[in-house]
């Protein structure tokens, strides 16, 4: 009996928001080793039309002696519900100068102020990058020394080959990268 409850009615439905046009469910999974043995397994369900984020993460703890008066990794896992512009994945990509900018978590916001990505993957075309080998640059921001947003930009990723620092706007950092780009292969 416990196992036809498992299959069917411990399950409850994972929603979008109510007027959601599209609903539908891009469901990605995550793998990580770490240091030490512990693992970090993830499963997130984002809904591109309503902004919906599902995220589920744990952390598995290698097999440790039980004993109490040693400091020691547990398990754990957590569930939330939040929103695309709080992941930053899930949001539309912008195109500024030919490159296609896929955008970030966005940094703390007051309320009634639209996000604002700290920083984004730079692709070549408006697929969504799945790999670092899709990731042609990143552009991030920062207060500047008087407490103004400036921009940096680097061409490749982790770590960018070259990068260029304190640019006036997103849009100064996207032209950057594309002329880097453009130098880069048209070198014979």
């Known amino acids: 009996m416990s196992n036809l409850r498992h299959s069917y009615l411990n399950w409850r439905p994972v929603g979008h928001l109510p007027g959601c046009r599209r609903p539908a469910w891009d469901v990605q999974t995550l793998r990580l080793e770490r240091p030490g043995g512990m693992s ?13 984020v599902h995220d589920l993460t744990a952390h598995i703890a290698p097999d440790t002696d039980p004993n109490p008066d040693v400091d020691e990794m547990r398990s754990e896992a957590n569930l939330r519900l939040t929103a695309t512009w709080v ?5 539309p990509a912008l195109r500024s100068a ?10 703390l916001r007051r ?14 075309t408006p697929a969504t990058p799945r790999t670092a080998a899709d990731v042609a640059g990143v552009i991030t921001r920062r207060r500047g020394p008087r407490g103004g947003v400036v921009w940096s930009a680097g061409v490749g ?3 960018p080959t070259t990068t260029w620092y304190d640019l006036p706007s997103r849009g100064a950092a996207a032209r950057w990268i594309a002329a880097t780009i453009t130098a880069h292969t048209s070198r014979p």
């Open 40 to 52: 970090e397994l993830g499963m997130r369900a984002v809904c591109w039309s309503c902004g919906t």
């Open 87 to 91: 992941t930053g994945y899930g949001q």
């Open 98 to 107: 030919g490159l296609w900018l896929h955008p970030g978590p966005a940094v």
């Open 111 to 124: 309320i009634g102020t639209p996000p604002d990505p700290v920083g984004y993957l730079v692709t070549t």
């Open 157 to 159: 990723y982790d770590p």
